[in-house]
């Protein structure tokens, strides 16, 4: 008997590789996930702690009181704003909804890997556009777009890199794409820019029909573990992926907390103001080590070893859990997500024993 056959295209495909775990039973230091080291809003943990009374009835289908809060909040229409499990579920309903075999989709050459794997799933060409240095250059991408060009992805700020384009930038790229193919503005990290020149991509969404913005509780709010995201969009594309999304794509804990997070701006700029801080007393300590981070503007650094490798070994024999860039052809380099003032510390002392080593 033949076995069942799936589509052409799937068995050619990667799995999306994850951190690794480490050791069980050893306490490490996880750097390497870009997650929030910060306890989430007390606010946050209340509201889904509350909503675990009901955990036997299914979730709001369509998140209405999440949406609520996100519109309340980010002054958007909340018709217009969809949830998922995390704004990668969300990049994968783009990518089912308007991808086909054959296809292609523009992305920077260090953009975040996620956006090859979506087009890639669906089978599609992710084109990868050259960079001026770490950073995604206009021109590059506009010069990549072919007569099959369906959705060009940007994360802004970038993950790995930590580089922003500016509002003008970001305006220029949307003003000279074909009107017929989408811009996805991943904005995940867009609550740690502390820079005046930058658009998250909510005014492009409103004045237009082909750029959608998405952004994530994973990071500045603490909720990795719950995994909600959202995303705000054209009516005509909103109605395309409410036609296909999960309809109970997010936990009712998950709705809770994140409804609650969102309306805590204090403890939103609260974070915001210690992660910058850190980030800027952090890069500095790395200098006389030998060490210069790429400039960042999120919660997080990439930073290039003469030995990766050799370094992520030393560093895990440790305790201390970086992310090897050898997927997005930077396995020069080290991604380290900002931990509490304790961990860098800790990280700090273990570079110094790795300098004083000769390496």
Request: proline share 5%; hydrophobic share 45%.
């Amino acid at each position: 008997m033949s076995a069942p056959l799936p589509r052409d295209h799937i068995p050619s495909l990667e799995p999306y590789r994850l951190a690794e775990r480490g050791s069980a039973g050893r306490r490490l230091i996880r750097l390497d996930q870009n997650e929030n080291a910060a306890d989430p809003s007390p606010a946050a943990m209340a509201a889904a702690q509350a909503a675990l009374i009901e955990a036997n009835r299914y979730p709001e289908g369509d998140a209405a009181s999440l949406r609520a809060a996100i519109a309340e909040t980010e002054g958007l229409p909340a018709g217009q704003i969809i949830c998922g499990a995390g704004s990668m579920e969300l990049l994968g309903l783009i990518a089912q909804a308007y991808l086909r075999p054959g296809d292609e989709a523009v992305v920077s050459r260090y953009g975040y890997l996620y956006f090859r794997s979506v087009a890639q799933a669906n089978g599609a060409t992710a084109v990868l556009a050259r960079e001026r240095g770490l950073s995604a250059e206009i021109d590059a991408l506009l010069a990549s777009v072919t007569a099959r060009t369906r959705i060009l992805f940007l994360a802004n700020p970038n993950n790995p890199t930590g580089t922003l384009l500016g509002q003008r930038e970001l305006h220029r790229l949307r003003a000279n794409l074909r009107e017929d193919i989408i811009l996805v503005l991943d904005a995940a990290y867009a609550e740690y820019v502390m820079t005046s020149d930058y658009d998250s991509g909510a005014a492009l969404v409103a004045a237009g029909s082909n750029t959608v913005m998405l952004r994530s509780f994973s990071k500045v709010h603490g909720l990795a573990g719950l995994r909600v995201g959202w995303g705000y969009f054209p009516v005509e594309i909103a109605s395309m992926l409410n036609r296909i999304r999960h309809p109970n794509g997010v936990s009712a804990p998950g709705i809770a907390a994140a409804a609650a997070a969102i309306r805590d701006r204090a403890h939103i700029a609260a974070v915001r103001r210690a992660n910058a801080d850190l980030r800027g007393w952090f890069t500095a300590a790395l200098r006389p080590l030998g060490f210069e981070a790429s400039e960042s503007h999120g919660n997080f650094l990439l930073l290039p070893f003469a030995d990766a490798a050799a370094a992520y070994g030393h560093l895990k024999g440790e305790g201390i859990m970086l992310r090897p860039m050898d997927g997005y052809g930077l396995s020069h380099c080290l991604r380290v997500t900002l931990g509490m003032r304790g961990e860098m510390e800790l990280l700090l002392q273990a570079l110094a024993a790795w300098r004083e080593d000769g390496r």
